[in-house]
Structure formats: C-alpha cells, structure tokens
C-alpha cells in the first residue's frame, strides 16, 4: 500500500440491525482518482457499507476519513456538503420535470434581480444553471438533453442526469449502486467511457455491482464482501473472474456451464401468433404483431431491456381472460387455444392454463411467486393444492405435502431445512429454490422462466441453469424472458430480441454476439 | 334584447361571485396534493372558516378582520390535520373524512355557544361584508399561485414534494417540513374560502353552509389536472352551474309550471359528476400523492 492519503478511508467500521450483524469490522482505503468495485452477494454487507458512508445510516462502531480526516455524518445531504454522492439504483428523479430542475432541487441557483424576495420565493435562475449545466457536461463529456422532461428520456441518459446531479454539488467522490442493470450493453459501454472520463478528470467512484466481467473490465481495484465482512481487497490485473466469484460464495463455483447438447425439437408447446396489445394505462406497454414458438426440448430465450413488453407478455400468457378485450392474435399452448379473441371461444382461466402442464417462475418472486409471511410448506403447496396426493376430496392432505416439500428441500438444496420457517426469512437464492421445486414439482411441459436469477446469489445461479437445462432434457419446452444477456446467451437454443413490443430479431445458438444483440434490444437505429 | 343582455351580465356576474370560494378551495387542494397530501378535509376546513369569519366581522365590524379569522381558523384545523397525516402517517383518506365530521359538529356547537343557536349566526350589517374583494384577491392569487408554482425555489420543492420526495430528501430539503407548510398554508387558503361564504356571499354563518362545495373544489382540482389555471376554469364552469341553477329557479322552463327547485338545484352537483365521470381523461395525480414520507 502506497503512503499518499487516500480519499476515502473506512476504519473498522460495525453496524448491527436487530439480530443482525450487517457489517463487521470494514477496513477500506480508496485510492484518490481511482475506480474502485464493491462486489459481494445480495445480503453481504456491501450496501449497509455504502450506506453509512453517504451518510444514510451511522456506523455503530468505527470511522469514516475523508482525505485523511474523520469525518460524521447525519444525513445523505451532509455527505454530498463534504464531497461524497451517490446514484441509485432506482433513480432519484422527479419524471414530469426536466433535467435541470431535477439537478438543481435543493441547491438552486437564484435570480439575482430578485433579492428583495425572501430566498424561498424567489424564482429559479435558470438561465445561469443551464450554463453551468452545459459547461460540466462539456468538461465530463455527458451528453444530455435539458429541455425535456425526464421521463421521457432513455434510461442511460436519466443516469447521466443523476450523475451530474452530484457533479453539480461538487461531489469529488462518487458512488455508483449496481449501475448498470437497467442499461442495454451500448449504454453500458458508453457509461464506463463517462466513468472513466470522469476518473481522468480527477474524481473517485466506487462501483457497486455483481457483474464480475464488468469489474475486469473498469476497475482499478476490488473489495470483496462476504457475510458482512470483507474478504478480499485486490488490484484488477493481479486477479481473475473466477478467483472473485469464490471470494464471493466463499467456495470454487462454476460461472459458465456449458450448455449440454440439445435434444431433438418436438412438437410445438407454445404458438403466439400476431398478437396485439393495447395498453390500458401509461405504465403498460403495447404488444404490437408479436410471435413465438416453443417447442418440446427447447429453451427460447426473449431478450430485451426491461419494459419492452416482456411483463406484458407474461401477463397475458398467464392471465388471457383478463386481457381479452384489449388483445388480438391467437396463443395456443399445449395443443389448446388458450387465447383467440377473434375466434369468440372463451379464453382458459389462469388454474387451467397452469394444469395444462405449464410451470412458471415469476418475475417477481416476492409479489408473484411467494407468500412471504406464511411458512415454506404452505408456499410449496401453492398452486398444487387442488391435485393429488395433495388434496384428497376437497380436503388437504397436509401429511403428502410435508413429505413432498421434505423431499424438494433435500433435493434443491433449500436452506434452512425448515418447512415451518416464513418464506421471507430464506435467502433470496433459497426463496426461487422454492419455487422452481414447487413449479417442477407437477413435470411442467412448459416451462416459462422469468428473471430466474434475479436477486439470487452467484452460487444459486449455477443450480438453476442447470436445472432449466434438465427440464428442456427431459422434453419440456421453456420460454425464458430475462434482461441478464449472458443469461440469455447461455441457456437459449434460440434467441428473441424484443424491443418495443415486437420481437425484433432472432438467432439461434452461437449466432448472435453481445454487441449485435445489444444493438437490437437498443432498437437497432443507432447502427 | 336588453333583458336578455341583462341576464347575460346578471349570470356572468353571479358566476363569478359564485365561484369565488370554489377558486380559495381549490387552491389550498391544490397546495396539499402538489407537495403530496391528499385533502378530502377542504369541506371542513371552509366550515370552520365560514364561522370565524362570521364571528371575526360581528364582532369587529370589518371584513377584512373576518377573512383573517377565516383563514386562522382555516389553518388551525389543517395543523390538527397535518399532526396526524404527516406527523402519525394516518391515513390521508381516513384522517381527511374525520376532520369533516369534526368541522361539522364542533361549528353548530361552537355557534350555539356563542349565540344561543346552532343553526345560524345573527346577520352581519352591510360594512361588515364584502363588496367584490374576494373576487379580485381569488384571481389575484390564481395568478400568485402559478408563477410561484412554477418559477419559484419553494415552489420546485412542492412540486418535488408530490412527485419524489426521495429526490427532494436525498438534496437534503425536508420533505415533511414542506408538507407541513403546504398543508398549513393551504388550510389558510381554505379557510379564505370559507368566510367568501358566509360574509362575502351571504350575510351569516349558517349550518353546513358548505353544502360539498370543498368536494367540489377537489373535482375542480383534478379536472384541472392539478394545475392552477385549469383548476381555476374548472370552478368558473362549475360556478356557472351553480349560477344557472340558482337563476332557473322558479322559472317556467315547459309548459307553464316551474320546475321543481330541487331538480334545478342537483345542477352543479350534476356537472361535477359528469365532468369527473367523463371528461377528465388523463389526469396525472403528483406520483408520490397519499403517500406519507419516511425516510427509510
């Protein structure tokens, strides 16, 4: 370690919550202009640790210097007054105001000619801020458009906005949380040119993310989080994807399985013909002319940025009846319509659909998939609960179900090994365990998988890749839907890009590179 | 003709005297709901408004003296009100209808206290009452209301209030303290409605004399997107209804026998609930609206 004060310096840092030892004894020195990574597992500490040093918790214990010096802290605002900021990772913006009120909110410049008002009344000067706006963003090369408002602007740009937020402050240190997960791979790229623009012009930025190919490629130096401690702090060339991965689980883990070869196609499990959705309010996305097929023994990947019309799709896969009047086009799944609003047959109800053969891993576990406060048993038996052995007359067996949900815990490897503990108190890794058990449990021939991984810890990945390769062996059709591109890249026989509603390129296995794929999901004009 | 034009001028006139304490109201929601606090108490708040006013010009003699009371009173109730909306996060709904009831109990109590009866105050002699002040001061502050909104620091934070207090809160601004003064500053407001009512339009506070005009002022509010020039036109047009209604009365508008007057009074009632059912379209209420602010 070199003698020059480092910008920012984390002394046996402690913090507890209730029961939990969130972060124990974290000893950090960032270097000055440097880009550092914080890696770690959902639940390793990394967050707390970063919350306490812009200044949303205080440490229970320990010291925060800032160029040497200690420094405290009550609030984020009193962090971003020392030169510490923070992006997040849901973007702290106010969508029907343009950029430069969302950078300037609470620091506004005022009108000079207005001093006889009191400071709270007089107007915004926003002349001079867009002045100011526009000659930082010149300095650090971040293109945005200022006169629009910003829910209208791409995600990559709204990022950039939450950036200059925090440049604008004078912020010398920047924190960036899991910043590229709403980003196509073009965004992202750019991103890391404006994050190392920004290191070139003196600034430190400390990045924390889960994707290890994206550390090697930007940072300088890498701190490593495991169960609230830090278990390893290397320079970037003295270390490799896989060394970081088992810092990470704390064991050897396999990041890239190798997809096993395919079984033959068989019959298609799934047809969407044309199909077309107008959206009901502005938080749904349309679903223009869009089509897929499924077959047995295959895994068809649909790639995209989220909020393309993957949920939508979803939706109406799962739940047709309710979108009935407001949809066009034909799905046929398991040899049944279940969806044909011109043809006038009632689409089948969601229980229906399921019984067909269908299993579904949801987007959302915690809101889709999991009943959090009621216990493992209970969760497993969800969906199953009207088919034998489970239900004998109308009544629940309870005995079958707890000797089948033993059964999955030992098989799946779920942890704790407790069918009485709530599904909240599992890892997020150990609640999707869960429920690929539950949906696997009745021999799906179709399997649609959404975001299987998300939120889940690297060790857990492998598991559940595997595990979708074993459903698409034994003969199920699966349809995938995930914004993980290497996900993606790695499981599907085939590959949908989705952009806007409609599927707008296809490939199959091998075809396809990161960058053309981005290039479709970014909507392909930029080429 | 001339009868006509006269009419004309008699209905554009009453329409605009008529809207005055839809305009006060509609404001103060518009105050509330912009920096992220539902009002359904307007309705409550103008009744206590009313009867300060009242109380306030009896017994100084002056109007003026009346509107303050009116908007004290106003703010007094909107204080219980923030305590337990943004102080104790109940629930806005919940917290608003309750202070509905209070305000319409406690002000035939207080009335029957101060003057042996609850149904009315006595009448206010013709100098303790308005000419055409409020009309000018409403409008006046339509126009206030919407530079400030939109050009001004304090008017950017309410704004950021109802749309993300997170962001307003990580720029270190306290969103509960904005609130707070919107929700204080909009019970004024409310308050300067209700005494338009009762020493403005009328000579007396009298029982329930609201008659769901701070309902109807919220409807203004959201037809008028949560903005205050169309807010503004919204109550005009259901001023107008309330000052076409008030002229059909007794007139014989079939044959020769009147139209009942109750009929003729569900007018503005009517169009508010057509204009809420059908024309209000895409109305986008601040994001963060209900919402009580926690940092987490």
């Known amino acids: 370690m070199t003698s020059e004060t480092p910008a920012l310096e984390l002394r046996g840092l402690r913090k507890r919550f209730g029961q939990i030892q969130a972060n124990e004894d974290i000893h950090l020195r960032v270097r000055e202009g440097s880009i550092h990574a914080i890696i770690g597992e959902n639940g390793a500490g990394k967050s707390t640790a970063m919350k306490m040093v812009y200044g949303l918790y205080r440490p229970d214990e320990g010291r925060i210097l800032l160029r040497g010096v200690q420094r405290e802290w009550d609030s984020p605002s009193d962090a971003i007054a020392a030169g510490i900021g923070m992006v997040h990772q849901h973007f702290m913006l106010a969508g029907p105001y343009d950029a430069i009120e969302n950078i300037v909110a609470g620091a506004e410049p005022e009108a000079p000619a207005w001093r006889f008002l009191p400071r709270a009344f007089r107007p915004v000067d926003r002349a001079g801020a867009r002045a100011r706006l526009e000659a930082l963003s010149r300095q650090y090369g971040l293109q945005v458009d200022f006169a629009s408002p910003v829910e209208e602007l791409a995600v990559g740009v709204q990022q950039r906005i939450e950036i200059l937020k925090l440049l604008y402050r004078e912020a010398s240190i920047l924190i960036l949380d899991e910043p590229t997960a709403v980003l196509t ?47 390893g702090d290397v320079a970037r060339e003295r270390t490799n994807v896989e060394e970081l991965a088992s810092m990470m689980v704390g064991r050897r883990v396999n990041l890239q399985i190798q997809a096993p070869p395919a079984p033959p196609r068989g019959e298609p499990v799934l047809e969407v013909r044309g199909l077309c959705l107008t959206p009901a309010s502005s938080g749904e996305r349309p679903l ?100 034998a052995p489970f239900s004998r007359h109308g009544f629940l067996s309870g005995r079958s179900a707890r000797e089948a949900a033993t059964r999955a815990l030992e098989e799946y490897d779920i942890r704790p090994r407790s069918l009485d503990v709530a599904a909240a108190g599992l890892s997020g890794g150990n609640q999707q365990k869960l429920v690929i058990a539950r949906e696997f449990e009745g021999k799906p021939r179709l399997l649609i998988a959404a975001q299987p991984t998300r939120g889940v810890d690297v060790g857990a990945i492998e598991f559940i890749h595997r595990r979708i390769f074993r459903a698409r062996d034994e003969g199920a059709g699966v349809l995938l839907v995930s914004s993980e591109l290497d996900e993606i890249l790695v499981l599907s026989d085939r590959i949908l890009v989705i952009y806007e509603g409609r599927i707008v390129a296809r490939f199959a296995r091998g075809e396809a590179s990161e960058q053309e794929l981005g290039m479709h999901m970014g909507g392909g004009a930029r080429a | 003709m001339s009868f006509e034009l006269a009419m004309v001028e008699q209905l554009a006139g009453s329409t605009l005297r008529v809207s005055t304490p839809l305009l006060f109201a509609a404001l103060a929601g518009l105050l509330c709901e912009r920096a992220g606090v539902i009002n359904i108490a307007l309705e409550g708040l103008m009744l ?249």
């Open chain 1, 288 to 387: 223009r002319e869009l089509g897929l097929e499924v077959h047995a023994g295959e895994i068809v990947g649909i790639a995209g940025v989220e909020g393309n019309g993957q949920s939508e799709l979803l939706q109406v896969l799962l739940h047709p009846r309710d979108y009935r009047a407001r949809s066009q086009g034909e799905i046929r799944c398991l040899g049944r319509t279940i969806l044909n609003p011109g043809g006038g047959e009632r689409p089948l109800s969601t229980a229906r659909i399921k019984a067909l053969g269908v299993g579904v891993i949801p987007e959302d576990r915690h809101r889709q998939g999991l009943l959090l406060e009621r216990p493992v048993a209970e969760n497993f038996l969800l969906g199953l609960q009207g088919r």
């Open chain 1, 185 to 231: 791979p073009q965004e992202t790229t750019e991103l890391f040119a404006n994050l190392r623009r920004l290191r070139a012009e003196g600034k430190t930025i400390l990045i924390i993310t889960h994707k290890l190919k994206e550390v090697m490629a930007l940072a300088d130096q890498v701190t490593v989080f495991r169960a609230g401690r830090i278990v």
């Open chain 2, 48 to 296: 206590v408004g009313a009867l300060a006013a009242a109380a306030a010009a009896l017994q100084t003699g002056s109007p003026w003296a009346g509107a303050a009371g009116g908007a004290a009173a106003g703010a007094v109730l909107a204080a219980l009100y923030a305590l337990t909306v943004i102080r104790l996060r109940s629930n806005q709904i919940v917290a608003g209808t309750a202070m509905n009831m209070l305000a319409a109990g406690l002000t035939p109590f207080a009335c029957k206290l101060l003057y042996g009866s609850s149904g009315a105050t006595p009448s206010l002699e013709l100098g303790a009452r308005f000419g055409s002040a409020p009309i000018w001061l409403a409008w006046g502050l339509v126009l206030c209301c919407w530079a400030w909104l939109r050009f001004s620091v304090s008017g950017l934070w309410v704004r950021f209030a109802g749309e993300n207090p997170e962001a307003l809160d990580s720029a270190g601004i306290s969103v509960n303290r904005v609130r707070w003064l919107a929700v204080l500053a909009g019970g004024a407001l409310a308050g300067l409605g209700g005494a338009s009512l009762s020493i403005f339009l009328s000579s007396s506070f009298s029982r329930n004399m609201t008659a769901g005009r701070g309902f109807m002022a919220l409807a203004a509010l959201i037809f008028g997107k949560w903005k205050p020039v169309p807010a503004a036109a919204a109550c005009l047009l259901f001023g107008f209804a309330d000052a076409l209604q008030i002229r059909l009365q007794g007139v014989a508008l079939w044959g020769d026998r009147p139209v009942p007057v109750q009929f003729i009074q569900i007018l503005p009632y009517l169009v508010t609930i057509l204009v809420l059912a059908g024309l209000v379209g895409k109305s986008r209420a601040p994001r963060a609206l209900g919402l009580p602010f926690q940092r987490d």
